[in-house]
């Protein structure tokens, strides 16, 4: 079945022809580049049993540590949720966008992997993957032992609590990422941000060192933030909208 026709919106003649002269591109995204898949970003209220937690208070190693079965249940909720649903046009115009550049990197603060899902071959997880069970004390990654009933699991090594596998508040980003992320900035020609409230550091510094390096910066978000002041270009709309009406706008002109 035929996608639904974007809808045709007009863009800024520059912007077009920046992005058509662009060799290395950066999509820097957040909660919001999901939201149109169902998954509820940072600042949507929790829903449920989870409603009267704020994601702040559970996303630490303090959390952790004080009550893990409650952190575990909380990521198992969000693991449920996440396997539910679908990469959302803004997902797939993104990864589609890939094939028109020498270089396109996503850069992501979310831990959903459906930029993956969605075709994205070169991404970056600042903040690691929901997937992914590590052990708390020994760090190795270790697959659940099948069938315990234990919550949170043991690690199979050392027997240590398992832990998703994503960054914490309080807890450094993986260097290997952080540094690719910081080249990406550094190079791009272009620098989406898009779907981003841009509060949660370091990853909200990379905007900066991208205008600061002399990428072209755009803005997708519906509602303003920090960076609409020193982006050239803010598109205000929801990222599902936009960047399928951004591919259309390039292949058409
Ligand atoms: C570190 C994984 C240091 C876990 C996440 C005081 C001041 C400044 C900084 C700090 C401070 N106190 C502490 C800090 C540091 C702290 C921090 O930044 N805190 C914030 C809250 C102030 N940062 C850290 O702790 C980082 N580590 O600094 O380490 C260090 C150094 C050396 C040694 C040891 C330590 C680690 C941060 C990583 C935290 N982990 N995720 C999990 O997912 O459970 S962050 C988590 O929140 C998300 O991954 C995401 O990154 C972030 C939420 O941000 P957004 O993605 O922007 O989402 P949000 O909901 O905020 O906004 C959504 C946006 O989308 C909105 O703008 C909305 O308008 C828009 N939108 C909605 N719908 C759409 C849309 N846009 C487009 N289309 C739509 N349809
Ligand atoms: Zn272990």
Not at 190 to 219: D, K, M, N, W, Y
Request: with cysteine.
């Amino acid at each position: 079945m035929r996608a639904a026709h974007p809808a045709r919106m007009d863009f800024d003649t520059e912007l077009v022809e920046r992005l058509r002269a662009a060799r290395r591109v950066a999509v820097f995204t957040g909660a919001g580049v999901s939201a149109e898949s169902g998954v509820p970003t940072f600042r949507d209220a929790q829903t449920g049993l989870w409603a009267r937690f704020r994601p702040e208070d559970l996303a630490t190693p303090e959390a952790f540590r004080r009550d893990p079965a409650t952190v575990w249940n909380w990521y198992a909720w969000r693991r449920e949720l996440i396997g539910g649903v679908q990469p959302n046009p803004a997902h797939r115009a993104i990864a589609e966008l890939q094939q028109r550049f020498d270089t396109l990197t996503v850069v992501t603060q979310n831990v959903d992997g459906l930029h993956q899902r969605a075709g994205s071959r070169d991404v970056v997880e600042l903040h690691g993957n929901i997937w992914l069970d590590l052990c708390f004390e020994c760090g190795r990654r270790s697959a659940q032992p099948g069938g315990g009933t234990e919550v949170p699991p043991r690690c199979a090594y050392c027997n240590g609590l398992l832990r998703p596998g994503v960054v914490w508040f309080g807890e450094s980003l993986p260097p290997s990422a952080w540094d690719r992320a910081l080249d990406c900035a550094q190079r791009a020609d272009i620098f989406f941000c898009i779907g981003t409230s841009s509060l949660v550091e370091p990853a909200a510094r990379l905007p900066h060192v991208a205008r600061a390096a002399g990428a072209v910066l755009v803005q997708v978000n519906p509602v303003p933030t920090a960076h609409d002041a020193i982006a050239h270009h803010v598109l205000r709309g929801k990222a599902g909208v936009v960047m399928p009406a951004l591919l259309e706008a390039l292949e058409r002109m």
